[in-house]
């Protein structure tokens, strides 16, 4: 189980992992602060997983309603070098937008890392699926997913089956 969302110190992560989360994700505060994501790397090491969210290839923070200057490869390449244990890349420009997941983004910026990458924004359906289980040779881990759900585009079960090479 992992948790994100607002966490601003170390305090808000051990409280997560002593009740049970296997994993705290840091997004905004990790790009508008470097040091507390370092910190909370050499802390609980093992635990801590990244959240970029981009738009052409540019991190964004607050919520999405902020774009930063800083390229997404290279921002990620420095947190892997901290000690995350994941990066969970969501393309915002098609986060809800049932466009199906940016596979090139997502791909180009495992290929430049050592460390998996969860692919998030956009998943519409079973062959997001299979395009996400076909590139997972190149460091795509896992896929998160909502809307498709939600308006019943996606069968969850079916869907993970895909995804284990079941289907």
Same mark, same amino acid.
């Given at each position: 189980? +992992?948790?994100?969302? #607002?966490?601003?110190?170390?305090? !808000?992560? %051990? ?12 997004? !905004?505060?990790?790009?508008? /602060?470097?040091?507390?994501? $370092? %910190? ?6 093992? $635990?801590?997983?990244? @959240?970029?969210?981009?738009?052409? #290839?540019?991190?964004? !923070? ?7 200057? $800083? ?8 947190? +892997? ?18 466009? @199906?997941? /940016? ?7 495992? +290929? ?8 998030? #924004?956009?998943? /519409? @359906? ?15 881990? #896992? ?7 939600? %308006? ?7 869907? +993970?089956?895909?995804?284990?090479? %079941?289907?």
């Amino acid at each position: 189980m +992992q948790v994100g969302g #607002g966490i601003r110190d170390l305090d !808000t992560i %051990e409280r997560y992992l002593d009740d049970g989360i296997s994993y705290v994700i840091i997004g !905004t505060a990790a790009v508008k /602060n470097p040091g507390f994501l $370092h %910190e909370a790397c050499d802390a609980f090491p093992g $635990h801590i997983m990244v @959240g970029l969210d981009a738009k052409d #290839g540019k991190v964004a !923070t607050d919520g999405w309603s902020k774009l930063t200057g $800083h390229d997404v490869i290279d921002l990620a390449r420095r947190f +892997q070098d901290y000690g995350v244990e994941a990066v969970i890349y969501t393309d915002i420009g098609r986060d809800g937008m049932m466009k @199906g997941v /940016n596979i090139e983004a997502t791909v180009r910026l495992a +290929q430049a890392l050592a460390i998996p990458v969860i692919a998030s #924004g956009g998943l /519409n @359906g079973l062959e997001d699926v299979k395009r996400l289980r076909d590139v997972e040779g190149e460091g795509i881990a #896992g896929a998160i997913t909502g809307r498709a759900i939600y %308006e019943g585009r996606l069968d969850f079960a079916a869907a +993970q089956a895909l995804a284990d090479g %079941e289907a």
